[in-house]
Each structure stands twice: as C-alpha cells, then as structure tokens.
Nanobody, 115 residues
Framework: QVQLVESGGGLVQPGGSLRLSCAASGIMFRVSVMGWYRQAPGKQRELVANIGSSRSTNYADSVKGRFTISRDNAKNAVYLQMNSLRPEDSAVYYC?????????WGQGTQVTVSS
C-alpha cells in the first residue's frame, strides 16, 4: 500500500521560510517522479515543483528562485524548502508520486502566510 505523509506546514509571516517533508512508502521511490502541488480555496490544484529520478527539477514560474525541491533516496523522502513566502503561497500542499503510470497523493499539509 502506497503512503505519502507530509509534514512541516504551518503559519508563517510574509518573507519567512518553511520546509515541507514527504515520507513515502510502498513505492519504488528511486524511480518515481516526486512532486509538490498546492490548492488554495476556490482554485484548482497546481504544480509547484517536481523532481525526477535523475534529480532533474521543474518549478512553477511563481516559485522560481524562492522554492527548492530535493529528494533523499536513502530515506524515501522529498522536501520543499520555501523561502521568501508570500500571502499568495497560502494553500494546502500535497505530495505527489508518479510511478509506472500511476499517481499517488498525500493527505496534504496547510501552509498559511499571514502577518
């Protein structure tokens, strides 16, 4: 059974930083494309960043230069370092894994950027 468990969300002031973590189990992590998506109230879920098995990365234009995605294959974990956070970054952040054509989702973690 595939499980993706996110942690690290919370309330932060504008300009602050957070680091999200996602622990994966039940999948061939090394060959999976891992990603972070987010969904704000009333909006569609959108890709924030993803990282391939070769560690190639892809970012949404809105987070380039502020967010960094990384993975630790030894720990079956993927991370999202978020710096210079803005109120518009507030959303539920979901961990995503794509492996052999199947997609899996975590339960999400809330990030709120507010003063």
């Amino acid at each position: 059974q595939v499980q993706l468990v996110e942690s690290g969300g919370g309330l932060v002031q504008p300009g602050g930083s957070l680091r999200l973590s996602c622990a994966a189990s039940g999948i061939m992590f090394r060959v999976s494309v891992m990603g972070w998506y987010r969904q704000a109230p009333g909006k569609q879920r959108e890709l924030v960043a993803n990282i391939g098995s070769s560690r190639s990365t892809n970012y949404a234009d809105s987070v380039k230069g502020r967010f960094t995605i990384s993975r630790d294959n030894a720990k079956n974990a993927v991370y999202l370092q978020m710096n210079s956070l803005r109120p518009e970054d507030s959303a539920v952040y979901y961990c995503n894994a794509v492996n052999v054509g199947s997609a899996y989702w975590g339960q999400g973690t809330q990030v709120t950027v507010s003063s």
